[in-house]
């Protein structure tokens, strides 16, 4: 199913026989998965998004630290240094980020789920795990690559940063996952 609603409308479009009715139900039906895909996609990341970055706003408020300087820490992973006196473009550069880390995560979520029906089956479980590995691809990958300089990781980051990602990441984004799949999955 997977390969025939992604790859098999395009391999008709580049040389196949597209006038016949299998065609066009198979290129209707290729549409509709893509657009409950993308609605799944967009739906969960942003509802993602949302929750990680509030969750963050309050962890930082507590340490005196606001929004703003908050999403400029985020630019600061592309631009370094430059970032904290970049005022409000880096800041909305900052939330740019967040979000297309979010959507970029509810969409390995959403392909991961058509290859391994366990992720909606058991999609509460599937979705805390997948928050855990949120956390350690941001914090052990992409953070030491970025120019973000290095900080330690304390146990109580550490365990702050893995139940946001639990709560406000991976379950949100399993939930919604499972709620935009077709039934039986």
């Given at each position: ?36 895909a ?65 959507l970029a995560?509810?969409a ?78």
């Amino acid at each position: 199913m997977f390969l025939h609603g992604y790859l098999v409308p395009f391999c008709r479009a580049v040389g196949g026989d597209s006038g016949s009715r299998v065609d066009s139900n198979a290129n209707r039906e290729a549409a509709g998965t893509r657009t409950i895909a993308l609605r799944a996609i967009v739906a969960a990341g942003l509802t993602a998004g949302i929750l990680d970055i509030a969750a963050a706003i309050c962890l930082m408020a507590a340490r005196g630290i606001g929004p703003a300087r908050l999403l400029q820490g985020i630019a600061s992973g592309v631009l370094g240094p430059a970032a904290f006196t970049g005022g409000m473009t880096a800041a909305c550069l900052g939330g740019f980020f967040h979000f297309l880390i979010a959507l970029a995560a509810a969409a390995v979520f959403w392909f991961a789920s058509r290859y391994f029906c366990f992720f909606l089956r058991h999609n509460v479980v599937c979705g805390a795990g997948f928050g855990i590995a949120v956390w350690m691809f941001m914090n052990l990958a992409v953070i030491p690559m970025s120019a973000v300089p290095p900080r330690p990781l304390t146990s109580q980051s550490v365990a702050i940063g893995l139940l946001v990602h639990v709560v406000c990441v991976g379950l949100p984004i399993s939930l919604i996952v499972k709620r935009y799949s077709p039934q039986g999955s």
